[in-house]
Structures are given as structure tokens and as C-alpha cells.
């Protein structure tokens, strides 16, 4: 029976699995993996490297599967259409409950986009986006086009058929069998939901997991969490918070940093846990000391206050905390004082 329910799950699948653009595709001009460097791919909200997960229920089955779409990079591409924006990855099948995952499909268009057309070689899970970042009316009709398309393919039919841009919707009926399809995204353009009523099963695929795209989360000080120096050159000590920002299951470790030198920014360079840094000729005073942390989500920004005491002239101080010289010359001003007064007595 476990068996048998397996294969009704797959056969149900089918809808999102398969697609009818599975044609060949011409490639060119990459965005890749590139450490904190990675640009986020022209078009969409998704970078290179991210996993997005999703659960797979269906009533009355072991609800035990689920989906990952792991973006590997984006490229300019023509699929016969003319040239658009693809985003390409692996699809992999995941049993929810040992964690273990197989490979369904690899290097798979997940998306493409020209500006008037939709295609996808794998249940669309990413959809384009404006230059704000967010998806429009116009792009949510044009993907109506290519879920037109599939259903078609599949020689099921609806009656009715609308888009909901406020809540990022598109929603298929037909009243004579209550058969439904409908798709939610996010303002971004990640599938939120999918559920579907073919008769007689109803299915449903939900976003369990994405990438947290934040930028990095940092401290610094000085050396033993010290901030108050009597040199110029000291250590930095900076501390950058744990985090999978792109929910591939794998601690960051791509950051560089930079720090404000005068008006001139530093060289991007691989953060260390302690850093050499010099003030430079600078008199006693309290000093900011501004640094930047990147990732490939972007730039966060922290400011510390260094305060530096310069050390006695000689390692000398006839009253502490005051070199020899300066306690001198007034001294010597007060003798020079006290006499202009007492000879001024004397005439009198």
C-alpha cells in the first residue's frame, strides 16, 4: 500500500515536475558563485547558491515528500524567443522525514524572462521582478501565460481564470467538477503556496524554507575589548555572527571588510579575528574608528570610539599625569610673578 501511494503521489506531481519547454537553451554571460562578491541575478530576487525548500502534501497519502530548487547562477540566454534573463539550478526530491535527497533534475531553468515572456523547465517557483524588486501586475498576467500553457499540456481544462496582484495570485476553477489551481507568490516573486483540487485529490506544495538574505551582523573593539590606548598602533578584534543566509545548510564564511582611513576607504580584504591598526600622528583625543563587513546581500556598517592617551615625554612626570617641561615653565612663570610683585613693594 506504501508503495502504491508513492506512485499515486508522483503520478499527482507530474503537473509540477514536468514542463513543456523542455527545449534546448543557447547560454551565455554567467552570474556565478563569487563569495561576497555574488551579484543577485538581473530580473529576479534570487542569488547564486541559494536553496529554496518546499513540503508536498497530498490528503490522504504519506505526506512525507518535499522539493529543493538550488540556484546555481543566471545567465543571458535565448530559448528561441529572443534573449531574456534564465535562472538555472538543480531540483532535487526530499524525503522530509530521513532528510535524505535524490537529484530529479539538474541544471534546470527554473525561470526565464524577456520582458513580455515566462517559461520554466520545473514547477515555477521563482517569478521576475521589478527593477524595485517586487513583482507587478503586468509580470503576474504574462505568467498566466506559461501556467495557460502547462495546463493545456496536460489536457486539464478550467472554466475560470483571474490574477489578484494585491495578494500576488493566480487562481484557475471550473464549477461544473470544483476542480481549482492556485498560485501564491511573495512581492518578491517566491512561490508561496500552490495548491490544486483534481479530482480526487487535493495537493498542496508550501514553502518550508528560504534563504534569509541579510546582510552581515558584526562587532569589533580593540584588543581584549580595550578602548583606550597609549599608542597609536593597536589591534582590532572583530567578531561576525554565525549564519546561513542563503539556506544551503552551510555556515557563511564569505565576508570582507574594509575600514575608513581618514576620508579614504581602505582595500577590500578577508576579515581576520585581530587586525593591526594605526591612527597615525595624532594628538591625545577620542578617535572613531568606522568598519564595514559585506556579504553578498550587501553592507552592514559599525563605529567604535578609540580613545588615545600619548605616553610622558621620557617616561618621566614630576606630577603625574603632567610631563617634566610643561610643570617647568609654570613654575618658572610663578616665580617670575611672585618677584615683578615683591620688588613692586619695595618702591612703594
Request: glycine share 6%; aromatic share 12%; charged share 15%.
Given at each position: 500500500?506504501?508503495?502504491?501511494?508513492?506512485?499515486?503521489?508522483?503520478?499527482?506531481?507530474?503537473?509540477?515536475?514536468?514542463?513543456?519547454?523542455?527545449i534546448p537553451i543557447a547560454k551565455a554571460q554567467e552570474w556565478t558563485l563569487d563569495g561576497a562578491d555574488?551579484?543577485?541575478?538581473?530580473?529576479?530576487?534570487?542569488?547564486?547558491?541559494?536553496?529554496?525548500?518546499?513540503?508536498?502534501?497530498?490528503?490522504?497519502?504519506?505526506?512525507?515528500?518535499?522539493?529543493?530548487?538550488?540556484?546555481?547562477?543566471?545567465?543571458?540566454?535565448?530559448?528561441?524567443?529572443?534573449?531574456?534573463?534564465?535562472?538555472?539550478?538543480?531540483?532535487?526530491?526530499?524525503?522530509?522525514?530521513?532528510?535524505?535527497?535524490?537529484?530529479?533534475?539538474?541544471?534546470?531553468?527554473?525561470?526565464?524572462?524577456?520582458?513580455?515572456?515566462?517559461?520554466?523547465?520545473?514547477?515555477?517557483?521563482?517569478?521576475?521582478?521589478?527593477?524595485?524588486?517586487?513583482?507587478?501586475?503586468?509580470?503576474?498576467?504574462?505568467?498566466?501565460?506559461?501556467?495557460?500553457?502547462?495546463?493545456?499540456?496536460?489536457?486539464?481544462?478550467?472554466?475560470?481564470?483571474?490574477?489578484?496582484?494585491?495578494?500576488?495570485?493566480?487562481?484557475?476553477?471550473?464549477?461544473?467538477?470544483?476542480?481549482?489551481?492556485?498560485?501564491?507568490?511573495?512581492?518578491?516573486?517566491?512561490?508561496?503556496?500552490?495548491?490544486?483540487?483534481?479530482?480526487?485529490?487535493?495537493?498542496?506544495?508550501?514553502?518550508?524554507?528560504?534563504?534569509?538574505?541579510?546582510?552581515?551582523?558584526?562587532?569589533?573593539?580593540?584588543?581584549?575589548?580595550?578602548?583606550?590606548?597609549?599608542?597609536?598602533?593597536?589591534?582590532?578584534?572583530?567578531?561576525?555572527?554565525?549564519?546561513?543566509?542563503?539556506?544551503?545548510?552551510?555556515?557563511?564564511?564569505?565576508?570582507?571588510?574594509?575600514?575608513?582611513?581618514?576620508?579614504?576607504?581602505?582595500?577590500?580584504?578577508?576579515?581576520?579575528?585581530?587586525?593591526?591598526?594605526?591612527?597615525?600622528?595624532?594628538?591625545?583625543?577620542?578617535?572613531?574608528?568606522?568598519?564595514?563587513?559585506?556579504?553578498?546581500?550587501?553592507?552592514?556598517?559599525?563605529?567604535?570610539?578609540?580613545?588615545?592617551?600619548?605616553?610622558?615625554?621620557?617616561?618621566?612626570?614630576?606630577?603625574?599625569?603632567?610631563?617634566?617641561?610643561?610643570?617647568?615653565?609654570?613654575?618658572?612663570?610663578?616665580?617670575?610673578?611672585?618677584?615683578?610683585?615683591?620688588?613692586?613693594?619695595?618702591?612703594?
Amino acid at each position: 500500500m506504501k508503495k502504491l501511494n508513492k506512485h499515486i503521489m508522483v503520478g499527482i506531481t507530474s503537473l509540477i515536475l514536468i514542463c513543456p519547454f523542455l527545449i534546448p537553451i543557447a547560454k551565455a554571460q554567467e552570474w556565478t558563485l563569487d563569495g561576497a562578491d555574488t551579484p543577485i541575478i538581473p530580473g529576479f530576487s534570487v542569488y547564486p547558491s541559494e536553496e529554496y525548500v518546499y513540503n508536498v502534501s497530498v490528503v490522504g497519502m504519506l505526506n512525507d515528500m518535499g522539493f529543493i530548487f538550488e540556484i546555481e547562477k543566471g545567465n543571458i540566454t535565448d530559448p528561441g524567443t529572443g534573449n531574456g534573463t534564465g535562472v538555472w539550478g538543480d531540483f532535487w526530491t526530499l524525503n522530509t522525514t530521513s532528510g535524505e535527497k535524490t537529484i530529479n533534475m539538474a541544471d534546470a531553468l527554473f525561470a526565464f524572462w524577456n520582458e513580455t515572456l515566462f517559461i520554466s523547465q520545473s514547477f515555477p517557483c521563482i517569478i521576475p521582478v521589478e527593477n524595485d524588486g517586487k513583482v507587478s501586475l503586468s509580470i503576474l498576467n504574462n505568467v498566466t501565460y506559461y501556467f495557460d500553457t502547462m495546463i493545456a499540456s496536460q489536457l486539464w481544462i478550467f472554466e475560470q481564470q483571474q490574477t489578484f496582484h494585491n495578494i500576488y495570485s493566480i487562481a484557475y476553477w471550473n464549477t461544473s467538477n470544483n476542480a481549482y489551481m492556485k498560485m501564491n507568490y511573495t512581492d518578491e516573486g517566491i512561490m508561496a503556496k500552490w495548491e490544486t483540487y483534481l479530482v480526487p485529490n487535493v495537493a498542496n506544495v508550501t514553502l518550508y524554507s528560504q534563504p534569509a538574505q541579510q546582510t552581515p551582523v558584526f562587532s569589533f573593539t580593540g584588543e581584549g575589548d580595550i578602548l583606550t590606548f597609549n599608542s597609536t598602533d593597536f589591534k582590532i578584534e572583530t567578531t561576525i555572527t554565525d549564519a546561513d543566509n542563503n539556506n544551503d545548510g552551510v555556515t557563511d564564511t564569505d565576508y570582507l571588510f574594509r575600514i575608513l582611513n581618514g576620508s579614504t576607504w581602505t582595500s577590500w580584504a578577508a576579515p581576520t579575528s585581530l587586525l593591526d591598526w594605526d591612527l597615525g600622528s595624532v594628538a591625545a583625543g577620542n578617535y572613531t574608528v568606522t568598519m564595514e563587513v559585506k556579504n553578498m546581500y550587501g553592507v552592514t556598517q559599525e563605529e567604535i570610539i578609540i580613545e588615545y592617551i600619548p605616553p610622558a615625554v621620557n617616561g618621566d612626570e614630576l606630577i603625574s599625569g603632567y610631563p617634566i617641561f610643561l610643570v617647568s615653565m609654570v613654575a618658572i612663570l610663578g616665580i617670575i610673578i611672585i618677584t615683578y610683585r615683591h620688588r613692586k613693594k619695595l618702591k612703594i
